[in-house]
């Protein structure tokens, strides 16, 4: 199956500060990224949906201004956690599918366990 | 709108003994359907997946899933576990058109005891 890398993953960082999250497809063209938030024994909970070249499209509750996404090449997107705070302190999982290939699988990356301390 | 329910958020089971995981889909359009599995502090990997066809579908590791419209249900089944198997597995629908995002269930945690 086609490879979707993520990096870091593990970081952590200060409180205040923020942090970038990259997911890379390496052997395919990503024309639409997901971004899911992991909380502990929990389920993932989409945040958003990026298509390369686009603005993301964001799920209700999710504050477009704290996590930036960014999807400007087929083959990266970044998602910026911006002034952290513990409570953002979570596992971060981007998904990543080819649509053109009309693949009916995304293909996920192996998470990012972010810790604001 | 979509939604899954896995009613069983922990099953402990023996070694070598069989299991079956459930899955329950909403959906007013058509769907695909798929089983992950999650171990700890990792990302998801891919069990098997219901697109269309046969309403059997095998997938890695020994584990199968029966698709059943009437009951919209997708239940994933191995018949002898290993403890290896110990995990988290997530049941997820897309729909067939559209943005294809994933719908995940909120999850089952698999436990095999020795």
């Known amino acids: 199956g086609a490879v979707v890398s993520q990096h870091p993953s593990w970081v952590i960082c200060k409180s205040g500060t923020s942090v970038k999250i990259e997911c890379r497809s390496l052997?395919?063209?990503?024309?639409?990224m997901f971004w899911y938030r992991q909380f502990p024994k929990q389920s993932l909970m989409l945040m958003a949906t990026?298509?390369?070249?686009?603005?993301?499209?964001?799920e209700q509750g999710v504050e477009k201004d704290k996590f930036l996404i960014n999807h400007a090449s087929l083959t990266l997107s970044t998602l910026t956690v911006t002034s952290a705070h513990p409570e953002d302190s979570s596992f971060y999982i981007c998904?990543?599918?080819?649509?053109?290939?009309?693949?009916?699988?995304?293909?996920f990356g192996q998470g990012t366990r972010l810790t604001v301390v | 709108a979509q939604s899954v329910t896995q009613l069983d958020s922990q099953v402990p089971v023996f070694e070598e003994a069989p299991v079956e995981l459930r899955c329950n889909y909403s959906?007013?359009?058509?769907?695909?359907l798929f089983w992950y599995v999650q171990y700890p502090n990792q990302g998801l990997q891919l069990l098997l997946k219901?697109?269309?066809?046969?309403?059997l579908v095998k997938g890695i590791n020994g584990f199968e899933a029966e698709f059943n419209k009437s009951q919209t249900s997708f239940h994933l089944r191995k018949p002898s576990v290993h403890i290896s198997d110990t995990a988290e597995y997530f049941c997820?629908?897309?729909?067939?058109?559209?943005?294809?995002?994933?719908?995940f269930g909120t999850g089952t945690r698999l436990k095999v005891l020795a």
């Open positions: 997820a629908v897309t729909v067939t058109s559209g943005t294809y995002k994933y719908i």
């Open positions: 052997d395919f063209q990503a024309t639409t």
């Open positions: 990026s298509n390369e070249g686009s603005k993301a499209t964001y």
């Open positions: 998904s990543a599918r080819d649509m053109r290939a009309q693949e009916t699988e995304a293909f």
């Open positions: 219901y697109l269309s066809g046969s309403t």
């Open positions: 959906s007013s359009v058509s769907v695909y």
